[in-house]
């Protein structure tokens, strides 16, 4: 039986590749250099801001450490001036929550977003209390494809391992699945090709979020709404 889903944000809730297409491009301008496509951007981010910062500068053969101390800040703090911008939800994502609420599955976030900025997101686009559970990154905490978080997630729902249903778009998502034991969905409509998701460990992979819905129904013996 399913009790729980857990998602990663970007890239399976929420379209943020534009979003973080402008702010990074801001960055490298602001330190002379040019311009990114939001193509490449999809296989430079997933693994936190800091990372994204340093795979940017290598894009373009321009690191160095001092110019990546001084654009991840910058970044960092321009993108939280409104990470909402150019942000927006995939598809089904609202009525497939609607359909977790109403059957007493609860939903948790784990995402190498900054805190603030996954709570920004979420609190715009879902109603109070549609996630029992955020879990962005903040000091001390450990990034994806680590399981900590996952882990603890589990245990604040009190759901074994068995119970749960893990969603992302990237390899490091199945990865974080994988390393907490956990049934790994990958979703093709984020940033990354579907051979990346099962070559990394994928139990199940879907083109939209109703899929997830008929799944649960049979696992759970739901009657499907006509």
Same mark, same amino acid.
């Given at each position: 039986?399913?009790?729980?889903?857990?998602?990663?944000?970007?890239?399976?809730?929420?379209?943020?590749?534009?979003?973080?297409?402008?702010?990074?491009?801001? *960055?490298?301008?602001?330190?002379?250099?040019?311009?990114?496509?939001?193509?490449?951007?999809?296989? !430079?981010?997933?693994?936190?801001?800091?990372?994204?910062?340093?795979?940017?500068?290598?894009?373009?053969d321009v690191y160095d450490d001092?110019?990546?101390?001084?654009?991840?800040?910058?970044?960092?703090?321009?993108?939280?001036?409104?990470?909402?911008?150019?942000?927006?939800?995939?598809?089904?994502?609202?009525? !497939?929550?609607?359909?977790?609420?109403?059957?007493?599955?609860?939903?948790?976030?784990?995402?190498?977003?900054?805190?603030?900025? *996954?709570?920004?997101?979420?609190?715009?686009?879902?109603?109070?209390?549609?996630?029992?559970?955020?879990?962005?990154?903040?000091?001390?905490?450990?990034?994806?494809?680590?399981?900590?978080?996952?882990?603890?997630?589990?245990?604040?729902?009190?759901?074994?391992?068995?119970?749960?249903?893990?969603?992302?778009?990237?390899?490091?998502?199945?990865?974080? *699945?994988?390393?907490?034991?956990?049934?790994?969905?990958?979703? !093709?409509?984020?940033?990354?090709?579907?051979?990346?998701?099962?070559?990394?460990?994928?139990?199940?992979?879907i083109k939209h979020p109703k899929?997830?819905?008929?799944?649960?129904?049979?696992?759970?013996?739901?009657?499907?709404? !006509?």
């Open positions: 039986m399913i009790k729980a889903c857990i998602f990663d944000l970007d890239g399976t809730i929420a379209d943020t590749i534009e979003t973080i297409t402008y702010y990074a491009n801001r *960055a490298l301008n602001k330190f002379g250099y040019g311009n990114i496509t939001s193509d490449r951007y999809k296989f !430079l981010v997933g693994n936190g801001y800091e990372i994204l910062v340093k795979n940017m500068l290598n894009e373009l001092k110019v990546y101390n001084e654009m991840k800040e910058f970044y960092h703090d321009d993108y939280e001036t409104d990470s909402l911008y150019k942000t927006t939800i995939y598809d089904g994502i609202n009525e !497939l929550m609607e359909f977790l609420s109403k059957n007493g599955i609860k939903k948790g976030v784990i995402t190498n977003k900054p805190q603030g900025a *996954a709570e920004d997101v979420l609190k715009h686009f879902f109603k109070d209390g549609t996630f029992e559970y955020i879990s962005g990154v903040s000091e001390g905490t450990t990034l994806k494809p680590d399981s900590m978080r996952l882990n603890k997630m589990l245990d604040d729902m009190g759901v074994s391992k068995d119970e749960i249903l893990y969603f992302g778009d990237t390899k490091t998502d199945m990865e974080t *699945a994988k390393n907490g034991d956990v049934f790994a969905v990958g979703v !093709l409509w984020g940033f990354r090709p579907e051979k990346e998701l099962t070559d990394n460990g994928a139990d199940m992979i899929e997830i819905i008929d799944f649960i129904c049979d696992k759970n013996n739901i009657k499907k709404d !006509l």
